[in-house]
């Protein structure tokens, strides 16, 4: 069912048995999931099933620190939420993502990748991904052209992607919420507060407003905060009513640890004789590449942090420019136009053009590196207040001397792995060897907002356990990739679903036994 809160009598009351804040990837895949376990649902979009820019201008806020990109237009303010610009690249954790790294601080998952595996399989349908494979040797046999670079995997694997469409969740997964029995989807409910108990360990309701001038108010047995990792930081922060730091910020946690991946051209890789490399190649109409990744070993000997490397023909590689730039204008209509001019029509005909010569001689090299979780990257509340009275988010992104190290190490081992099989060489940009610890300004990000509420068993370092509930509250949940202790080297999507639907899984438990 689909009901307008702007259309509701003033003052209404509503009741469910959960209700879910947010409508984006996290928070349709938790409703459907949950669609057969309850009565009723009640499903919180804050914007409507359309793009709107008064709404979007809700997620208007500061940026400090690293550059970073206008905070308006990294994230979407309407049903299916950030769905909308997402490139549709996937990938799973590895292992090594959720151990304990001596010399990765503030590292370390309370849960383990097979607690997350298990739900890939799904995710990778909801996200119309291909077979859930992701084992090198498996895709070897499906195309005899893909050929790996023979390197030591040991040092440096090819790494296994696939391609969503992308899956736009406010289209495909519209008439599935709207015509469902139990799932009651209200747009134009932007949560303004959450009521607790006095001893603020349940929460009893949450008020909502619009631009109508209407407020109303959600009761539920359960609540789950899905609204992506900076707007959960921001809600949460806002909620000080009762709790003057904040809800769940009893140990100032909330809003800091933010995460990226630290994106950044890096280099060239030129080769002996031409050769397509179909294999590490995004062709026009690909649905799966590898990319070469630093081997867990090398992580734990040179005491780097995860990330990989993709490759474009040089050509190419020469004509783009760093994604800060090219997607930096804060009217996210603009920012959205280029990414799908950029992606899909310019690109995919530029790449059709030089995919047509088969072969190559050179590649750029583009790094994508996990973060260090660092405490001083972190979300905070600004002084300015939005139009619904809420104070906006002011992100400070901190990046660390081992994001460097990681960028710099895994170029050098791959030159090194090259140089050695005796099929070329590479050549690195001047920054990584400049002495400098800091990556340039021009370093980009995936527009991956990760951290805020970090999971951990103890609640002096992380917001949440290992169920995604926040520590001290009975029944608040956060959902996405908010949750993440480290934010891994691959793009968060895959996983956040899969987390969703365990998080999912863990509420129809809870509720069989309550």
Same mark, same amino acid.
């Given at each position: 069912?689909l009901i307008d809160a702007r259309q509701l009598e003033n003052n209404s009351q509503i009741e469910g048995d959960i209700c879910i804040i947010g409508a984006g990837a996290a928070g349709i895949s938790i409703a459907l999931e949950l669609e057969n376990t309850f009565k009723k649902i009640i499903l919180l979009e804050g914007g409507g099933m359309e793009y709107d820019d008064r709404i979007q201008e809700l997620y208007n806020g500061k940026i400090t620190g690293h550059p970073y990109y206008p905070m308006k237009a990294s994230r979407l303010h309407?049903?299916?939420?950030?769905?909308?610009?997402?490139?549709?690249?996937?990938?799973?954790?590895?292992?090594?993502?959720?151990?304990?790294?001596?010399?990765?601080?503030?590292?370390?998952?309370?849960?383990?990748?097979?607690?997350?595996?298990?739900?890939?399989?799904?995710?990778?349908?909801?996200?119309?991904?291909?077979?859930?494979?992701?084992?090198?040797?498996?895709?070897?046999?499906?195309?005899?052209?893909?050929?790996?670079?023979?390197?030591?995997?040991?040092?440096?694997?090819?790494?296994?992607?696939?391609?969503?469409?992308?899956?736009?969740?406010?289209?495909?997964?519209?008439?599935?919420?709207?015509?469902?029995?139990?799932?009651?989807?209200?747009?134009?409910?932007?949560?303004?507060?959450?009521?607790?108990?006095?001893?603020?360990?349940?929460?009893?309701?949450?008020?909502?407003?619009?631009?109508?001038?209407?407020?109303?108010?959600?009761?539920?047995?359960?609540?789950? !905060?899905?609204? +992506?990792?900076?707007?959960?930081?921001? *809600?949460? /922060?806002?909620? %000080?009513?009762?709790?003057? &730091?904040? @809800?769940?910020?009893?140990?100032?946690?909330?809003?800091?640890?933010?995460?990226?991946?630290?994106?950044?051209?890096?280099?060239?890789?030129?080769?002996?004789?031409?050769?397509?490399?179909?294999?590490?190649?995004?062709?026009?109409?690909?649905?799966?590449?590898?990319?070469?990744?630093?081997?867990?070993?090398?992580?734990?000997?040179?005491?780097?942090?995860?990330?990989?490397?993709?490759?474009?023909? !040089?050509?190419? +590689?020469?004509?783009?420019?760093?994604? *800060?730039? /090219?997607?930096? %204008?804060?009217?996210?209509? &603009?920012? @959205?136009?280029?990414?799908?001019?950029?992606?899909?029509?310019?690109?995919?005909?530029?790449?059709?053009?030089?995919?047509?010569?088969?072969?190559?001689?050179?590649?750029?090299?583009?790094?994508?590196?996990?973060?260090?979780?660092?405490?001083?990257?972190?979300?905070?509340?600004?002084?300015?207040?939005?139009?619904?009275?809420?104070?906006?988010?002011?992100?400070?992104?901190?990046?660390?001397?081992?994001?460097?190290?990681?960028?710099?190490?895994?170029?050098?081992?791959?030159?090194?792995?090259?140089?050695?099989?005796?099929?070329?060489?590479?050549?690195?940009?001047?920054?990584?060897?400049?002495?400098?610890?800091?990556?340039?300004?021009?370093?980009?990000?995936?527009?991956?907002?990760?951290?805020?509420?970090?999971?951990?068993?103890?609640?002096?370092?992380?917001?949440?356990?290992?169920?995604?509930?926040?520590?001290?509250?009975?029944?608040?949940?956060?959902?996405?990739?908010?949750?993440?202790?480290?934010?891994?080297?691959?793009?968060?999507?895959?996983?956040?679903?899969?987390?969703?639907?365990?998080?999912?899984?863990?509420?129809?438990?809870?509720?069989?036994?309550?």
């Amino acid at each position: 069912m689909l009901i307008d809160a702007r259309q509701l009598e003033n003052n209404s009351q509503i009741e469910g048995d959960i209700c879910i804040i947010g409508a984006g990837a996290a928070g349709i895949s938790i409703a459907l999931e949950l669609e057969n376990t309850f009565k009723k649902i009640i499903l919180l979009e804050g914007g409507g099933m359309e793009y709107d820019d008064r709404i979007q201008e809700l997620y208007n806020g500061k940026i400090t620190g690293h550059p970073y990109y206008p905070m308006k237009a990294s994230r979407l303010h309407y049903f299916g939420g950030s769905t909308g610009h997402w490139g549709g690249m996937c990938s799973t954790f590895d292992d090594i993502d959720f151990e304990k790294r001596d010399w990765v601080e503030n590292s370390g998952w309370p849960i383990k990748r097979e607690d997350i595996a298990k739900y890939y399989p799904k995710a990778t349908s909801i996200l119309d991904l291909g077979p859930c494979e992701w084992n090198l040797d498996y895709w070897l046999k499906q195309d005899p052209d893909f050929k790996p670079l023979p390197l030591d995997e040991k040092v440096i694997w090819s790494k296994m992607w696939q391609f969503s469409p992308p899956t736009r969740f406010g289209k495909k997964y519209k008439d599935a919420i709207v015509n469902s029995k139990t799932i009651q989807l209200h747009i134009y409910a932007n949560v303004v507060d959450l009521d607790a108990t006095e001893s603020i360990n349940s929460i009893t309701q949450v008020t909502v407003k619009n631009y109508a001038g209407k407020q109303h108010t959600v009761k539920a047995k359960n609540f789950i !905060l899905a609204c +992506s990792a900076m707007q959960n930081a921001r *809600v949460l /922060l806002a909620c %000080n009513k009762q709790a003057p &730091k904040g @809800l769940g910020n009893d140990n100032d946690l909330v809003g800091r640890y933010f995460m990226e991946h630290a994106e950044i051209k890096t280099g060239e890789l030129w080769l002996n004789h031409t050769d397509k490399l179909k294999l590490y190649l995004m062709e026009q109409f690909t649905k799966v590449r590898a990319e070469l990744a630093i081997s867990p070993e090398k992580q734990r000997e040179l005491q780097v942090l995860n990330g990989s490397i993709s490759l474009m023909p !040089l050509e190419m +590689s020469n004509k783009t420019i760093p994604s *800060v730039k /090219l997607w930096s %204008n804060d009217d996210p209509r &603009k920012s @959205l136009d280029t990414f799908k001019k950029y992606s899909t029509l310019d690109k995919r005909n530029f790449i059709q053009r030089f995919f047509s010569k088969s072969i190559y001689q050179s590649y750029g090299l583009f790094t994508r590196v996990e973060q260090l979780p660092h405490p001083e990257s972190r979300v905070v509340l600004s002084n300015e207040k939005d139009e619904l009275g809420i104070p906006r988010a002011n992100l400070f992104w901190a990046l660390s001397p081992i994001d460097k190290k990681t960028v710099f190490t895994i170029n050098k081992l791959l030159g090194q792995q090259i140089g050695a099989a005796g099929i070329g060489r590479v050549k690195l940009k001047e920054f990584l060897l400049d002495g400098d610890v800091q990556l340039p300004d021009y370093t980009s990000g995936g527009w991956h907002h990760l951290g805020t509420t970090r999971m951990s068993d103890d609640p002096k370092h992380g917001v949440v356990d290992a169920n995604c509930k926040i520590h001290g509250i009975d029944n608040l949940y956060i959902a996405g990739s908010s949750c993440y202790t480290t934010g891994g080297a691959v793009n968060p999507t895959l996983t956040v679903v899969a987390i969703s639907l365990r998080l999912a899984n863990h509420i129809k438990e809870k509720m069989a036994i309550v």
